[in-house]
T-cell receptor, first 115, second 109 residues
């Protein structure tokens, strides 16, 4: 079946602009994760959603970053007033349930470049 | 705080040689450890996890709590093993992962 999809695949924006990144998890997967892959920091956890529970936002680097998950499915990561240090590949992953026995399946990522 | 350290950014071996990718972690509790792999132009994917005690594509990893290590090993490397490998740790029950910086493995013919 279809895997995790993300859009856009590439996004170039100017410093100070807002961007929205979208993630479509695998159908039926209740757990959704956002990570960031950057040259200087490697792979970092950003935020986690599970059903209607309050998300774990502990990895969001600043209040310019926010995310929501509507209807327990699609998720949007929003970065306001983008900075050059926000340039990275943003990865989304989903798993059937929030349990370590369930594999996290990653999307292809959105490459964000802030000029 | 939890941390995963992969001391080698680059590792090169010849086909048929043994390979070991090092991973050390720091965590106060009992974490679960994972290895993820990203082949060229492919998505990041799970290679193996400690909790399952599995061997995938000939790779194994043993958790050494005394040395806080989870090194990935394969006795005979293949060219198709060339990829970026990430060691990851979860200190939560729901899979929030802390990744190492990654090791690029190149297997030469």
């Amino acid at each position: 079946g279809a895997g995790v999809s993300q859009s856009p695949s590439n996004k170039v924006t100017e410093k100070g602009k807002d961007v929205e990144l979208r993630c479509d998890p695998i159908s039926g997967h209740t757990a959704l994760y956002w990570y960031r892959q950057s040259l200087g920091q490697g792979l970092e956890f950003l935020i986690y959603f599970q059903g209607n529970s309050a998300p774990d936002k502990s990895g969001l680097p600043s209040d310019r970053f926010s995310a929501e998950r509507t209807g327990g499915s699609v998720s949007t990561l929003t970065i306001q007033r983008t900075q050059q240090e926000d340039s990275a590949v943003y990865l989304c992953a989903s798993s059937l349930a929030p349990d370590l026995m369930y594999t996290q399946y990653f999307g292809p990522g959105t490459r964000l470049t802030v000029l | 705080a939890q941390r995963v350290t992969q001391p080698e950014k680059l590792l090169s071996v010849f086909k048929g040689a043994p390979v070991e990718l090092k991973c050390n972690y720091s965590y106060s509790g009992s974490p679960e450890l994972f290895w993820y792999v990203q082949y060229s132009r492919q998505r990041l994917q799970l290679l193996l996890r400690h909790i399952s005690r599995e061997s995938i594509k000939g790779f194994t990893a043993d958790l050494n709590k005394g040395e806080t290590s989870f090194h990935l090993k394969k006795p005979f490397a293949q060219e198709e093993d060339s990829a970026m490998y990430y060691c990851a740790l979860s200190g939560t029950s729901y899979g929030k992962l802390t990744f190492g910086q990654g090791t690029i493995l190149t297997v030469h013919p």
